[in-house]
């Protein structure tokens, strides 16, 4: 596609359900990564894929959090038995190559926990 | 760990007047990136500096990378109320197996008044 693509953009959960947000990155991107943004501040890492491989999940904040990416295409971030700080806005990112370059980054998923 | 901070943290300026904001890491970088994200939006990648005192233009976007590739500035002549957005600079980890893995500042967040 034109650009990565993140669904659903609004998703308002109730504590302790599990919830799935997906990207779709731009067609050919090799690498993809998931950033948490609290209100007011930057971009968190989360975790990077190189293709299907997950080669940095140091930044999830709890084995509640996973990340996939079976095909190297598209990847989904699931957060189990969400709690209220898990509230955030989840940005995904594609870039063409691995590497120290500019990104493209979705239009995120706002995750709201009640 | 690496630690990219951002002054000011907020700007108000009339329209017609300039702004600057500045980006300093806690680690020499071999890359400075810089993004923009109105309100509501995501991050949009603006622009990478590589070199040591290396400045790049924009338009109205002068983009400074320090001598010792530890800060970095961003310098808007004259804004425009479509100028209104949080500028991030955005700095890469050195080494480790997210190559391309950024750490963001916590952003500066400009308003315009028409």
């Known amino acids: 596609g034109a650009g990565v693509s993140q669904s659903p953009r609004y998703k308002v959960a109730k504590r302790g359900q599990d919830v799935a947000l997906r990207c779709d990155p731009i067609?050919?991107?090799?690498?993809l990564f998931w950033y948490q943004q609290a209100l007011g501040q930057g971009p968190e890492f989360l975790t990077y894929f190189q293709n299907e491989a997950q080669l940095d999940k140091s930044g999830l904040p709890s084995d509640r959090f996973f990340a996939e990416r079976p095909e190297g295409s598209v990847s989904t971030l699931k957060i189990q038995r969400t709690q209220q700080e898990d509230s955030a806005v989840y940005l995904c990112?594609?870039?063409?190559?691995?590497?120290?370059?500019?990104?493209?980054f979705g239009s995120g998923t706002r995750l709201t926990v009640v | 760990g690496q630690q990219v901070m951002q002054i000011p943290q907020y700007q108000h300026v009339q329209e017609g007047e300039d702004f600057t904001t500045y980006c300093n890491s806690s680690t020499t970088l071999s890359n400075i990136q810089w993004y923009k994200q109105r309100p509501g939006g995501h991050p949009v990648f603006l622009i990478q500096?590589?070199?040591?005192?290396e400045v790049k233009k924009q338009k109205r976007l002068t983009f400074q990378f320090g001598e010792a590739k530890k800060n970095s500035s961003l310098h808007i002549t004259a804004t425009q109320t479509t100028d209104v957005g949080t500028y991030f600079c955005?700095?890469?980890?050195?080494?480790?197996?997210?190559?391309?893995?950024?750490?963001f500042g916590q952003g500066t967040i400009l308003t315009v008044h028409p």
């Open positions: 990112a594609s870039s063409l190559v691995p590497g120290p370059y500019g990104y493209t």
């Open positions: 955005a700095g890469p980890n050195a080494g480790g197996t997210s190559y391309g893995k950024l750490t």
């Open positions: 067609s050919g991107h090799v690498s």
């Open positions: 500096l590589v070199k040591s005192g």
